[in-house]
T-cell receptor
Framework: GAGVSQSPSNKVTEKGKDVELRCDPI?????LYWYRQSLGQGLEFLIY????????KSGLPSDRFSAERTGGSVSTLTIQRTQQEDSAVYLC?????????????????FGPGTRLLVL | AQSVTQLGSHVSVSEGALVLLRCNYS??????LFWYVQYPNQGLQLLLK??????LVKGINGFEAEFKKSETSFHLTKPSAHMSDAAEYFC?????????????FGSGTQLTVLP
């Protein structure tokens, strides 16, 4: 079946502009994650959605970053007033909580990412 | 807090040679460990995962990893490298942070396969 999809695949913007990144998870997956991959910081967790629960935003680097998930499916990550240090690849992952396993046994499936360049 | 350390940011092997990518973890509770591979301009693809069922885990593309609690290691191996194995490999540990089951990644190892 279809995997996790993300759009756009590449985004170039000017410093100070807002950007929106979209993630379509695998159908039926209840959990959705955003990660950031940058040269200096490696892969960092940003935010997590699980079903209709309040998202865990503990990884968001500043209040310029926000995310929402509509209808328990598609998610949008918004970065306001972009800065050059926001340049990175933003990866989305989704997962299904295995009924027979514990929470740490879930497998996250990743999308191809959005490459963001802030000039 | 849980963490993983990948020794060697770059590894080069000849085609047909053994591949060994090192990963050590730090965890106060039994860990769940993963290896992901990332090909250029692509997302992360799961190679294999350890969830305590068996210490030797077999994954896709001929890769396997062995969980060694005494050494806190989860090294990735493949008996014979292929050119198509050239990619970046990430070791990760699953942990709970608040309500989030986040993955904490190592810094990655870039594998080069020489003809």
């Amino acid at each position: 079946g279809a995997g996790v999809s993300q759009s756009p695949s590449n985004k170039v913007t000017e410093k100070g502009k807002d950007v929106e990144l979209r993630c379509d998870p695998i159908s039926g997956h209840t959990a959705l994650y955003w990660y950031r991959q940058s040269l200096g910081q490696g892969l960092e967790f940003l935010i997590y959605f699980q079903g209709n629960s309040a998202p865990d935003k503990s990884g968001l680097p500043s209040d310029r970053f926000s995310a929402e998930r509509t209808g328990g499916s598609v998610s949008t990550l918004t970065i306001q007033r972009t800065q050059q240090e926001d340049s990175a690849v933003y990866l989305c992952a989704s997962s299904f909580f295995p009924p027979s396993g514990g929470p740490l046994q879930e497998t996250q499936y990743f999308g191809p990412g959005t490459r963001l360049l802030v000039l | 807090a849980q963490s993983v350390t990948q020794l060697g940011s770059h590894v080069s092997v000849s085609e047909g040679a053994l591949v060994l990518l090192r990963c050590n973890y730090s965890s106060s509770v039994p860990p769940y460990l993963f290896w992901y591979v990332q090909y250029p301009n692509q997302g992360l693809q799961l190679l294999l995962k350890y969830t305590s069922a068996a210490t030797l885990v077999k994954g896709i593309n001929g890769f396997e990893a062995e969980f060694k609690k005494s050494e806190t290691s989860f090294h990735l191996t493949k008996p014979s490298a292929h050119m198509s194995d050239a990619a970046e490999y990430f070791c990760a540990v699953s942990s709970l942070s608040g309500s989030a089951r986040q993955l904490t990644f190592g810094s990655g190892t870039q594998l080069t396969v020489l003809p």
